[in-house]
């Protein structure tokens, strides 16, 4: 079978979808603080053969604007955050084949720390962990973790290049023939098969060894989302997985071009990796129903939405400027949060120096627009899937939902079966792991 398109659930383990407005929907579960809430999403996506359910995870609500939680925490923007990797563990039990994978930080948990949690969970989930490695924005998030303030962008990616290091040292410890458990003679493991990190680096210190016996994947998958050029050169270095957002389809068919030429200059091989933007498909049996289904969608987002996000993504507070008023040249360049959406909103209005409301135009922030659509019937979403897919924009995606467990028991049993029988996506697991699933034959030593 020809190379399967690779399908993501992009999964918040909070109040609302990465649209934050997807509470509000009529149709939206509101149990996001019990297991079953979870356990359906699992679910659909498994009986749609995902590869991968992925939980995103920020390590504060968004309290940048106007200094303040009180807005986002009245309007439900993204406030309730639970633990992700214990969520996920609770799903390694109820699912058999899907992909688990979270977001943990690098700037805030010790590499021995996130070393352990995603070996545990490969082990439990029999090979189907992945970690979506961060680097954290803002200084919310830094307050809430015992720092004074977020890492400036590019030094937060340098340390996470040694962070790397110390986490698959750590993956790496233990030989696979490692655990003998003979009875007989005694022995539980063989000394020589397991070995001690003993790294002293520049940002960090780990001796080991590590407590986890080699996982069934070898190493948790590893995924990774950068945007800017550090970002993206970190993600060709490490990542097996890259998450993009990509406007429209000629911007992607030009940055994944980019990537791949990156790739082979730095010998890298493209079959090692996937590139899957961010996607909200609506789809509907009929045109006109998905289009009633998106106007619905649309109305549901708030002007707080977009001012708390922004406000927490660039890590500047929004409210402390008039709608109408400027950016000055001094405040733009110090941003220090999601440098891109600044970028993307110079370039989309035109101006040197944007509005607020220029910025929660362009940028789209809070809206289902942040991302590119696909509203339609069951063949029309298909149709814009495999033009992205064969014209070499993508090799698969990232599902945002415009809410749950809604939009992906539509995707899975409209679009799927649409898929499928185009041959563009798999119709069965082709393995038991993660890794597997996805097409890759074994663990790349970067
Ligand atoms: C699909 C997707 C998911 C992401 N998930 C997270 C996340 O869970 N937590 C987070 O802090 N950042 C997340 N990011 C942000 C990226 O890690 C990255 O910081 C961002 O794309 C900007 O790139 P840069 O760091 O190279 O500037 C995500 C990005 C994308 C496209």
């Not at 639970?82 to 563990?89: E, G, I």
């Not at 439990?124 to 970690?131: I, K, Q, T, V």
């Not at 397991?194 to 001796?207: I, K």
């Not at 800017?228 to 071009?257: C, H, M, Q, T």
């Amino acid at each position: 079978m020809a190379r399967s398109m690779a399908l993501v659930g992009f999964v918040q383990a909070q109040n609302c979808s990465n649209y934050a407005a997807s509470w509000r929907h009529p149709e939206a579960a509101h149990d996001f603080l019990t297991l079953p809430y979870y356990q359906r999403i699992a679910r659909t996506l498994e009986a749609g053969k995902f590869q991968l359910m992925f939980f995103d995870d920020r390590l504060a609500m968004p309290d940048i604007f106007e200094g303040s939680h009180a807005e986002s925490v009245r309007n439900g923007v993204r406030v309730v955050k639970l633990d992700p990797l214990v969520v996920l563990a609770t799903l390694a039990a109820d699912t058999t084949r899907l992909g688990l994978g979270a977001t943990m930080s690098t700037s805030y948990y010790p590499p021995f720390h996130v070393a352990r949690s995603f070996a545990t969970l490969d082990h439990l989930s029999n090979g189907r962990a992945g970690w979506n490695v961060v680097t954290s924005l803002n200084d919310s998030e830094a307050f809430n973790m015992g720092a004074t303030g977020s890492i400036a962008h590019d030094t937060r990616y340098d340390r996470s290049d040694e962070y790397m290091e110390v986490v698959l040292g750590h993956w790496n410890a233990w030989q696979a023939d490692a655990l003998t458990l003979d009875r007989d003679s005694g022995e539980f493991a063989d000394p020589a098969k397991v070995s001690r990190l003993d790294h002293v680096g520049e940002y960090f210190r780990s001796r080991g060894p590590h407590t986890v016996p080699r996982t069934p994947q070898d190493h948790p998958l590893i995924i990774q989302a950068g945007q800017s050029g550090r970002g993206r050169e970190f993600a060709l270095r490490w990542a097996e997985l890259i998450f993009a957002i990509f406007p429209n389809l000629d911007f992607a068919k030009r940055v994944y071009g980019e990537i791949e030429a990156q790739a082979l200059a730095s010998d890298r091989d493209p079959e090692s990796y996937r590139v899957a933007p961010l996607i909200y498909p609506i789809v509907a049996e009929s045109q006109a129903e998905a289009e009633d289904k998106a106007a619905l969608i649309e109305s549901l987002a708030k002007p707080i939405d977009g001012l708390a996000l922004l406000s927490e993504a660039l890590n500047f507070d929004f409210g402390s400027k008039g709608l109408d008023e400027p950016f000055s040249d001094d405040e733009l360049d110090a941003i220090s949060g999601l440098r891109s959406i600044r970028d993307r909103v110079i370039k989309l209005s035109g101006k040197a120096n944007p509005t607020v409301a220029e910025f929660v135009k362009f940028s789209a922030r809070g809206t289902i627009k942040e991302a590119p659509n696909f509203i339609g019937s069951p063949t029309q979403v298909a149709d814009g899937l495999e033009q992205w897919f064969t014209e070499k924009a993508c090799d698969g995606f990232v599902v945002g939902a415009s809410h749950v467990p809604g939009a992906y028991v539509d995707f899975v049993e409209l679009v799927v079966p649409e898929l499928q029988r185009r041959g563009l996506f798999h119709k069965d697991y082709p393995s038991s792991t993660l890794r597997g699933n996805l097409g890759f034959s074994g663990y790349r030593a970067p």
